[in-house]
């Protein structure tokens, strides 16, 4: 069952640019992680951020948690054409059901360059 | 290291048949894997979560009749489609579980696009 919803559901920007995407939740959680999927292929795993942390770094993402609001952000800076791709943040419940993940609707983002 | 491979990477059948699709987790042992469905510009649905020596665990709404999952090792679970018809036509995505790692991360195989004519 999907429980996330993302925000914006596509995006469009120039090389160079930021790309922000946000994405919120219904349960409480154990963590949240963010998968890109380029069309038509599986997915890879961005970064994993845990309940008990507020901000975390990987190369240039950038990805905050909000429990209080149950909302996530991911942040991509100086984007490259590269990037172009949907991206998923996805959810493992706190009573951890075997560890499934939950997916967002997803945002697809495209980087002109 | 970590990499999922799925077999076949596309497939075309016609209404009625059976095909089935393996996963493989190659550099890595997987006590649980889990199998989605995606339609096109949709996100993943979760269909089941498959367990190594036991039986799998169904969403709800999935039919386990119809999709039959076997984990018979460490390293290989199947999925397979019985008498396919042309709504079962979708992109399926398998992942792993690391069981050494006590982490939650997911390795993705690169999908199974299945066309039922």
């Known amino acids: 069952s999907q429980q996330g919803e993302e925000d914006p559901q596509a995006l469009s920007i120039q090389e160079g640019e930021n790309a922000t995407m946000n994405c919120s939740y219904k349960t409480s959680i154990n963590n949240l992680q963010w998968y890109r999927q380029n069309s038509g292929r599986g997915l890879v795993h961005l970064i994993l951020?845990?309940?008990?942390?507020r901000e975390k770094h990987s190369g240039r993402l950038r990805v905050t948690l909000d429990t209080s609001k149950k909302s996530s952000s991911l942040l991509i800076t100086a984007s490259r054409a590269a990037d172009t791709a949907s991206y998923f943040c996805?959810?493992?419940?706190?009573?951890?059901?075997?560890?499934?993940?939950?997916f967002g609707q997803g945002t697809e983002l495209s980087v002109k360059p | 290291g970590a990499v999922v491979s799925q077999h076949p990477s596309w497939v075309i059948c016609k209404s009625g048949t059976s095909v089935k699709i393996e996963c493989r987790s190659l550099d890595f042992q997987a006590t649980t894997m889990f199998w989605y469905r995606q339609f096109p510009k949709q996100s993943l649905m979760l269909m089941a979560t498959s367990n190594e020596g036991s039986k799998a665990t169904y969403e709800q709404g999935v039919e386990k009749d119809k999709f039959l999952i076997n984990h018979a090792s460490l390293t290989l679970s199947t999925l397979t489609v019985t008498s396919a018809h042309p709504e079962d036509s979708s992109f399926y995505i398998c992942s792993a579980r690391d069981s050494r790692r006590a982490t939650d991360t997911q390795y993705f195989g690169p999908g199974t696009r299945l066309t039922v004519l």
């Open positions: 951020i845990r309940s008990n942390e």
């Open positions: 996805a959810t493992v419940a706190i009573y951890n059901q075997g560890g499934k993940l939950i």
